[in-house]
């Protein structure tokens, strides 16, 4: 009883420091800095009342072990194993149940398990590999579910607000480190009752060095931007259009992030010369993309 209380403790510091850190990051966000906390997803599965009672028995009710930071999910105690011919891994079990089982994996997984994995929202499965769930000697086998989870940020309606962004939008995400690197096509779901997070997966972690609740720039635009080539809008409008200037001036976008596929569009699009605002970020490998491709930088106040 007295752990029970002494974690239930720990639950509710945890929950008043996430509250604070949102109304601090909100208040941020409204100045133009917009960061939001980013945690790895770790393999996992979301059952089917059919798949648990296949693999736990009729009846089987999962135990909740802890809470998650989005409201009304939780990790399990329960764990099962992903099998296939090529191989088999340990999955730990989230709640609560779901109308259709799905298997969450990291690409390097798949690679493990010699399955072919396509990047997917939640709950989007048709067309995916199917598995063998077992637990024991009880299994489920599954005609499809097995998926790589596409990076998405939670965020409720009121803080998309303050961020800019809404329900459906592509952003990118700025891992800030040693290993820092732009993080892009992550997807905003905007629901009532979301709590500020974005998720990606273990590879996606490892590959930038991010640590769990690390703050990471939210950048919008990527993709889309003043970097976007030029010469596919030359060749819609015809042979005769201008040739784009030497310089490209994004120097009115004072918070602008520049990473090395900018430098390198630009370079392919043309540009001789970038002038950017002093408080704009440069990455050390958009330094030396412009290096490479001959392209001075030209910082103004």
């Known amino acids: ?34 960061y939001v906390p980013v945690m790895t997803s770790a393999r996992h ?3 089917s009342r059919r798949d648990v009672e296949r693999l736990f028995g009729a009846g089987y009710r999962l135990t909740k072990l802890r809470e998650l930071g989005q409201p009304g999910q939780y990790v399990c105690r329960e764990r099962i194993a992903i099998e296939t011919p090529k191989g ?16 969450e994996l990291s690409v390097s997984d798949g690679f493990a398990l010699g399955l072919a994995l396509p990047v997917r929202m939640s709950g989007d499965l048709a067309g995916s590999p199917g598995c063998v769930l077992t637990n024991g000697d009880r299994r489920a086998e599954l005609k499809h579910g097995a998926v790589v989870a596409m990076r ?10 303050v961020y800019g962004v809404k329900d459906g939008d592509m952003v990118a995400l700025a891992v800030e480190g040693q290993r820092g690197m732009l993080l892009q096509q992550v997807i905003v779901r905007a629901v009532q009752g979301h709590v500020l997070e974005a998720h990606i997966d273990t590879d996606e972690a490892n590959a930038c060095g991010l640590q769990d609740g690390q703050l990471c720039r939210l950048v919008s635009g990527v993709g889309a931007s003043a970097l976007e080539p030029m010469m596919c809008r030359q060749a819609e409008q015809g042979a005769s259009a201008p ?9 009115g976008e004072p918070r602008r992030l520049l990473t090395e596929e900018d430098v390198r569009n630009a370079a392919d699009d043309g540009y001789r010369r ?3 605002a002093k408080c704009a970020v440069l990455t050390p490998l958009a330094r030396d993309m412009a290096s490479d491709k001959g392209i001075e930088l030209i910082c103004v106040e």
């Open 152 to 161: 998405h940020l939670h965020i409720a309606p009121e803080e998309a607000a």
């Open 88 to 103: 088999k891994l340990l999955l730990r079990v989230l709640g609560p149940t779901r109308d259709e089982t799905q298997v």
């Open 243 to 251: 040739k784009p200037p030497a310089m490209l001036d994004v120097s």
């Open 274 to 276: 970038i002038r950017y």
């Open 45 to 47: 599965v979301h059952l």
């Open 1 to 34: 009883m007295e752990e029970k209380r002494s974690e239930e403790k720990c639950f509710e510091e945890k929950r008043l420091r996430e509250i604070v850190q949102r109304m601090v990051l909100c208040e941020a966000a409204k100045a133009g800095d917009r």
